[in-house]
Each structure stands twice: as structure tokens, then as C-alpha cells.
């Protein structure tokens, strides 16, 4: 369809370089310190040994955990998802504000096309993008793993985690649709965006520091834990429900506005 | 032949804020009908809810016999749109445009798009955002023509052309309509709406207040004379003239009833110069701007 | 003066948020930290043994979290990104407005100099920026009453504050100077957010290195050590260098601003 084109057309060079960026910074994360730190158990162990193992427990300290591929993948996860949610913010933002920000509205909708094709096309292009990209960073974790996992026994386990980011991603998509349709005006795409992926990334980074299980369902980038999909082979059912809900609302608040609006004239 | 536009009580409230209200429209197809009125009147927000781009509070539209919100998207497809202001998407060519506009009809409008570009004088692969306002425009009346529509809505069309190409626009839209296209034009410039419509419907304040033809309105109105004479002529009168205004050499009235007469009156003048002149519809539908009920 | 006066009730609705944010991160931050600091000590030793990477990905790099006041640098890594980003928005936003609502042909034919406007807004947004860093005390302030923790904090949250606003500054100065010299005032925004980026990603790399050096001068994340707040000192020769980084940011803002082609976006 000639919506969809147009818009992918639009959007995806930057999502082509954002997809770069955290492929690079995964392969370099993973290639380039995963040995050393995997090296540094025994540092810790012998630490450790020093306490009284009541410590190790409070701190819920499991050190197969921490010191596997699924741990270290886990902790540079938090910095994948920024990007991919801040990624996923302009697409979001780009393809569902485009009229409105270059004031051309009366142009697409006087097109003989439903705003429910519009909508449709739009979302279709932006999933399109996002799948793409994820595509490729689920193929490099999954070779990561078996490059770098001291025991790579479990590839269906790292499928899992490096989907994560895919779900994240969608929840930040329906975020920044909604944004997009209901904001006023828009003014500058990567400064919303920017807005949005560290807003999200803060309160996550508050989530890890106060260790609150509450906090997690209002910080989308915990809501499918890879290190939970790396040692339980499944995501936290209640915050995958979360998840879904969340998007779907979303996303189906943003296709009524869109469809039923009114579109002054300018 | 049907109705190409036809609503009935048609009302739009902005919240509490009036748009239009219960606007009966009835335009034939094949027709050039002309919609005006003073500004914040409801002429845009008819249109917009013939096209669908607000919703309708009350009453009925229907275009080609289909009622305008269930059956938007079939009738947009023989609908062209001149909006007023013209904005596109940045960073595109004039043709990127075009083609993508063309890419929403079920035909191949490649030859169209040449031929309305050399009428107007388009340069087609200049970059939209670096052109002047009259080119923009001209983008718009390519991309509202392009794929040869059965109904035109023009709004402001000509705002920002320069005389020679108004009358090109005008050409272009006369041969639509010769084609068999209806056209619907909303304008503030009366002259324009004198020139080539049918009919016009005035709008005012939410509410159609006039429909006519416009030849009816030039019948029943009047001619404005004015001459200057070699000296001062002491009480000029003349049956049939109005609102007869002396200053020195020269005089001025409006004149209704036989030219002849009028003319037999002047020839018994020595005059310096004289002038003749249909009034312009400006001048029939000022009071209606200004609020006045009484006709002209 | 009634353009500074427009300025700032424009850039109040923004304001609100992100303060909100702040408020945010500095009240949930400190009122849970006691119980994170209860076995401060393990936790440093800990974080001691682990490869320098993670800890300096994490942001805990440097810093002593069995106190107090480590614990509190530790939040104000991600208050300072808070603060890069907002700033980065502020010089953008304060540059680039009219060009964006296409309203430069209203504001730039009135009888005032370009370099006129351009410092009612950049001084409006420096308002921000100062209530911004008030706030982070403020807030500050507001939350240690909250929790039961022996000492007098007020010096070091004002150092930090000082040190963000200082940061914040740099941003600023350096956005705006990218959104006065880039023709689409999109792109502008982009570079402004890509920096606040890329100084994030050097402060990791300086943090990982044993001898960084000479990189400080490339991050502003890093101009102010929290090893320096912590102890009460305050690098006043960074506090310079951020100041005249951000004189000179300015300088060719308004340079550029004076000459731009004001046309399409």
C-alpha cells in the first residue's frame, strides 16, 4: 500500500542507525568484557568467603546467576533497551505525527483511504521497522551466546531473553503512537523521544536501586526481565499481562482518536 | 442529471460554539457553484464536513447520492480538494508529491500531472519548501486535479496567483466543467465568483440567508453612471436615478430602468466624459457583509 | 520586558514535568536509601571486586555507597543525565520556536536585533535552568527529612546542585549553538541529544580507564568528581572551563542565530 511505502520510505534510515548503534554496543559489551568479568567470580568468591553467608542470601546474591551469560546479558540489557526504546519513540512519533507537525493533515485525509487504512498503514510500517531491527539483534545475541557462553546449552533460553527487547519496544511503540495522537503539536520528534526512553530508563534505574517489586509495573523496561527468561525459561506472568494491556489500551485509545477526530482547518 | 452535492439541515456545533446550522445545499452536477460569505460564516466547515475531515452535529450530506460519512472513502475517490493553505510534507519534489497523491486513485495520472504542470508553469522537480507561495499553490491545484474528478471543491483557490495565472486556474477549471466536472467554489473575491459560477449560495453567520442565479442578480439591479460636464448641471434629474451625488463638473447616480432613456437624458449634455458600468456583485452583496437586510 | 516575560510562560509548562521527574528521582532516590545502605560496607566491598566495566556502566563507579553521601552521588549520575537532557531541550527550544511554529515572520520584523531576542530567550531558559537546580536542593532537602540519617547534608546537596547547573550550562549553550547553526531545526535537536549522548558514553569509558586523563575535558558528566563533592572540595577549575565553554557555545549561537537564512524549516 502507498501509505505504508511512504512512511517506511520516511523512517528508516534512523531506525537503520539506532539498530547499528545497539548492535555495536552489544557485540562490544559482550565480546569485550564478558571473559574478564566472568574471570572475576573467583575475586568475588574469595570475597565473599570472608562474610557470613547470611550476606551472600540477603543480597540474593546467586553467583551462578550473576556470572553467566544470561547475567552479564541481563545488565547491558537495561542500555539495549534505551536505545531501542528511544528508537522506538521516533518511529512512533515520526509516523503518527508527520501530518500534524508538517500541517499537511487535509492532504492525507482527503485521500480517498479510511482513516482506519491510515492507522492501520502507519502501525503496519512501524512494526515492519521494528521487527526488522529485531531480527537482527535476536541473530547476534543468539551468536553471541554461542560464541561467548561458557556453557551454551540453552539456545531456546537466549531466543527468549533477546526477545525481550521486542516486547519492550512494542510497549514504548503504543506509548509514542498515543503521544503522538493526542499531543497538540509536536515539536521536535527526537526531543519527545528523548524524553520518553529516559524518562522510562530512570525509572527503571530507581526500580534496580531501591529493589521495590512494586515499582516494576510502571517501568515498562521491566517488564520482560531476559534474566528471568535466561534462569526460569519464562517472563514474570504478571507483568507480561501488564504489558499487554498497557499497549493494547494504548493503542486502541490512539486508533479512536485518530479515526474520530475532527481536523480543523489550519 | 442528479445531485452532485446535497445536504439538508446540515448543523456542525464546536462544543457549544456554532459552526453552521441547518445548511440545505442542493448542487447539480455539471454546475459551477459559488459559496460566499464573511469571514468565520461556516464556508469551511461545510466543506470540511462534506469531506469528512470533522463530524457533523446534525442533518444530512450526501455527495452523488452517498451519504458522506458512510461512504467517504468511495466518494473521495471523484472528489478534488484545493485547500485555502498549503502545506506539504518536507523535504519532497513537487513530482514525489504528485506521484504519491496519484498513487491513492485507481488510474494512471502520469499524463494529467504533465499536462496541468506546463499549463501552470510548474517546475515539477523543485523541492517543495523552496518554492514561492503562488507555486505552492500551484502544487495544490495539480494535486486536486490530477486524477480528473467528477466533483472540484475550491476554497480561496486563487489567493496567491498572480493575475495571468488566475486566469489560466480559471481556464483550467471552465474545461473541468466542460468535461463534466461539478465545481464548488468558496471564495471571499466576488469578482472571481461573478466570472464563472452558476449559481451562488450566500452563507452568513452559520445560515444560508441567499441562493441565486447569478444573471438574476444583475437583472434585477441597477447601472452606476457617472459623468463630468463642461460646467456644473444644475439639478440633475432623471426617473429611475438614485442616490444622485453632484460635485462640481461632476455628477454620479445609480440608474435602474431603460437604457434607452438614460442615454437620451446624457445626449442632451455636453459632456467631458461619462462612464457607464455594471456594479460589482461586491457591491450587490456588501450588505450582507455589513449586516444589512435589505436587498440591493 | 515582555519577550522574556513570553518566554517564560511558554517554557513553564515543560518546566513542570521535568521537574516532576526530578522530583521523582531525588524522593524515591533518598527516602529509600536507608534501607539500601544498611550493609553499605558489603555492598562497597562488593561492588570493589567486580570488573571495572559493569561498575562503570552502572554508574557506581568511584564512589563509597556505605555512607550517605556516596549513596546520594550515586542518584545524582542520573539526576545530572536529567539535567544534560533538560538543558540540551532548553538551547534547542529557545532557538529554534519560531522557526518551528513559523512564526519568525511575526517576531523578527518587530524593531529589536536578532541578538536582542536571541538573549531574552537564552536568559528566560537560564531561569529555568537556576529554579531547576534550586529544585534539586530543594528536593533534596525535602527528602533526608524523611529518613532517619545522622548528618548535616545541606553543603553537599548545594555542591551537587551547583555542579548540575554547571553541566546543565554546558548543554545548553552547546544546543543551542547546534540549533543556530543547523537550517532544519530538527536536526539541530538531534546533534543537541546525540551530544548529551556521546558525553554519557564517555563518562563510562572515563570511568573504566585507570588513567583517563585528558578525556575529562570531553564529558562534562566528569567535570565535577563525586570524590571531589563528596569531600568538600569543588573544582573551581572546572567550574571555569564550564564557563567558558558555555560563553563561547554562546558566542557563536548568536554569531550564527545573526546571520541564519530564515525561510522554510
Redesign the interface.
Known amino acids: 500500500m502507498n501509505v505504508f511505502r511512504f512512511e517506511l520510505r520516511r523512517a528508516w534510515t534512523s531506525a537503520t542507525v539506532w539498530t547499528l548503534v545497539i548492535l555495536g554496543l552489544m557485540a562490544g559489551l559482550i565480546a569485550g568484557a564478558l571473559p574478564v568479568f566472568l574471570d572475576s567470580r573467583a575475586n568475588v568468591e574469595a570475597m565473599l568467603s570472608n562474610f557470613p553467608p547470611e550476606f551472600a542470601a540477603a543480597f540474593g546474591l546467586e553467583l551462578d546467576h550473576i556470572f553467566s551469560f544470561g547475567g552479564f546479558y541481563s545488565f547491558g540489557f537495561l542500555y539495549y533497551s534505551l536505545f531501542g526504546a528511544i528508537m522506538t519513540a521516533v518511529i512512533g512519533l515520526d509516523l503518527f505525527s508527520r501530518e500534524k507537525r508538517e500541517k499537511c493533515t487535509d492532504f492525507l485525509m482527503s485521500k480517498p483511504r479510511s482513516r482506519d487504512g491510515l492507522f492501520l498503514a502507519k502501525l503496519l510500517a512501524a512494526l515492519t521497522l521494528i521487527l526488522l531491527s529485531n531480527v537482527l539483534f535476536i541473530a547476534e545475541s543468539l551468536a553471541l551466546y554461542r560464541a561467548y557462553a561458557p556453557v551454551p546449552d540453552a539456545p531456546a533460553r537466549a531466543l527468549l531473553a533477546s526477545s525481550a527487547l521486542l516486547f519492550t519496544e512494542l510497549v514504548f511503540l503504543a506509548i509514542a503512537v498515543f503521544a503522538a495522537v493526542f499531543a497538540r503539536k509536536v515539536r521536535s520528534v527526537s526531543g519527545a523521544a528523548t524524553a520518553i526512553g529516559f524518562g522510562g530508563f530512570i525509572l527503571s534505574a530507581l526500580q534496580s536501586i531501591l529493589e521495590e517489586e512494586k515499582l516494576r509495573y510502571v517501568t515498562p523496561f521491566k517488564y520482560f526481565d531476559p534474566s528471568k527468561a535466561f534462569f526460569e525459561g519464562s517472563f514474570d506472568t504478571p507483568y507480561v499481562i501488564t504489558a499487554v494491556l498497557l499497549t493494547l489500551g494504548l493503542l486502541i485509545a490512539a486508533y479512536i482518536r485518530y479515526t474520530r477526530s475532527d481536523v480543523p482547518a489550519l | 442529471m442528479g445531485y452532485a452535492i446535497q445536504t439538508s439541515k446540515l448543523t456542525k456545533y464546536?462544543g457549544k460554539a456554532r459552526g453552521i446550522i441547518d445548511v440545505d445545499l442542493a448542487v447539480e452536477e455539471g454546475e459551477l457553484f459559488g459559496f460566499i460569505g464573511p469571514n468565520g460564516a461556516g464556508k469551511?466547515t461545510t466543506i470540511?464536513t462534506l469531506?469528512?475531515?470533522?463530524?457533523k452535529t446534525g442533518g444530512e450530506a450526501s455527495i452523488f447520492g452517498m451519504d458522506c460519512e458512510k461512504d467517504?472513502?468511495?466518494?473521495?475517490?471523484q472528489?478534488g480538494?484545493l485547500?485555502?493553505?498549503v502545506?506539504?510534507?518536507?523535504n519532497m519534489r513537487a513530482i514525489d508529491l504528485l506521484r504519491?497523491?496519484a498513487?491513492?486513485?485507481k488510474k494512471d495520472c502520469t499524463g494529467r500531472i504533465r499536462e496541468l504542470a506546463d499549463a501552470l508553469s510548474l517546475d515539477l522537480n523543485k523541492k517543495i519548501?523552496?518554492m514561492s507561495l503562488g507555486n505552492k499553490k500551484k502544487v495544490g491545484i495539480v494535486?486536486g486535479l490530477l486524477h480528473s474528478p467528477r466533483l472540484i471543491i475550491l476554497d480561496e483557490p486563487t489567493s496567491g496567483l498572480d493575475p495571468l495565472m488566475q486566469r489560466t486556474f480559471f481556464d483550467l477549471i471552465r474545461r473541468e466543467n466542460e468535461r463534466g466536472a461539478t465545481v464548488l467554489f468558496s471564495s471571499h473575491i466576488l469578482g472571481e465568483v461573478q466570472r464563472i459560477c452558476d449559481r451562488v449560495a450566500i452563507i452568513k453567520e452559520g445560515r444560508i440567508v441567499d441562493l441565486k442565479r447569478i444573471e438574476d442578480l444583475r437583472k434585477n439591479s441597477y447601472k452606476k453612471v457617472s459623468f463630468t460636464t463642461a460646467a456644473p448641471v444644475s439639478d440633475f434629474t432623471l426617473s429611475g436615478a438614485a442616490k444622485i451625488v453632484q460635485d462640481g463638473n461632476q455628477t454620479s447616480f445609480l440608474y435602474s430602468g431603460d437604457v434607452n432613456a438614460l442615454f437620451a437624458r446624457l445626449a442632451g449634455l455636453q459632456l467631458v466624459n461619462a462612464d457607464v458600468s455594471e456594479p460589482e456583485l461586491e457591491e450587490i452583496f456588501l450588505h450582507y457583509y455589513e449586516g444589512g437586510e435589505e436587498k440591493a | 520586558m515582555n519577550l522574556f516575560r513570553r518566554e517564560l510562560k511558554t517554557g513553564l509548562k515543560p518546566f513542570f514535568f521535568w521537574s516532576l521527574g526530578l522530583f521523582a528521582l531525588i524522593f524515591a532516590g533518598i527516602v529509600k536509601s536507608s534501607g539500601a545502605m544498611s550493609n553499605g560496607a558489603f555492598m562497597t566491598e562488593l561492588i570493589g571486586r567486580f570488573p571495572r566495566i559493569v561498575v562503570a556502566v552502572m554508574g557506581m563507579a568511584n564512589v563509597d555507597i556505605s555512607n550517605f553521601g556516596g549513596f546520594y552521588a550515586v542518584i545524582m549520575q542520573y539526576a545530572f543525565v536529567l539535567f544534560a537532557v533538560y538543558a540540551a531541550h532548553l538551547g534547542s527550544a529557545a532557538v529554534s520556536r519560531e522557526s518551528v511554529d513559523r512564526t519568525y515572520e511575526f517576531l523578527f520584523t518587530k524593531p529589536r536585533s536578532r541578538s536582542f531576542i536571541l538573549a531574552g530567550k537564552l536568559l528566560a531558559a537560564v531561569v529555568f535552568l537556576t529554579v531547576f537546580a534550586a529544585f534539586d536542593l530543594l528536593f533534596s532537602m525535602l527528602a533526608v527529612r524523611q529518613i532517619d540519617v545522622a548528618g548535616d547534608f545541606t553543603g553537599l546537596f548545594a555542591r551537587f546542585a551547583l555542579a548540575a547547573w554547571f553541566i546543565g550550562l554546558v548543554f545548553f549553550s552547546l544546543s543551542a549553538m547546534l540549533a543556530a547553526s543547523f537550517r532544519q531545526s530538527e536536526r539541530g535537536a538531534k546533534a543537541g541529544n546525540l551530544a548529551v549522548l556521546a558525553a554519557y558514553a564517555l563518562a563510562v569509558v572515563y570511568d573504566l580507564l585507570e588513567h583517563p586523563g585528558a578525556l575529562r575535558l570531553l564529558t562534562p558528566f566528569r567535570y565535577f568528581l563525586n570524590a571531589e563533592i563528596v569531600e568538600l572540595t569543588f573544582n573551581l577549575w572546572f567550574a571555569w572551563l564550564s564557563a567558558l565553554l558555555a560563553a563561547a557555545f554562546f558566542s557563536v549561537a548568536f554569531f550564527r542565530f545573526e546571520r541564519r537564512d530564515l525561510g522554510a524549516l
Open positions: 464546536y469551511s470540511r469531506l469528512g475531515l470533522i463530524r467517504k472513502v468511495k466518494i473521495l475517490e472528489v480538494y485547500p485555502g493553505e502545506f506539504y510534507y518536507d504519491y497523491s498513487s491513492f486513485y519548501e523552496d494535486q
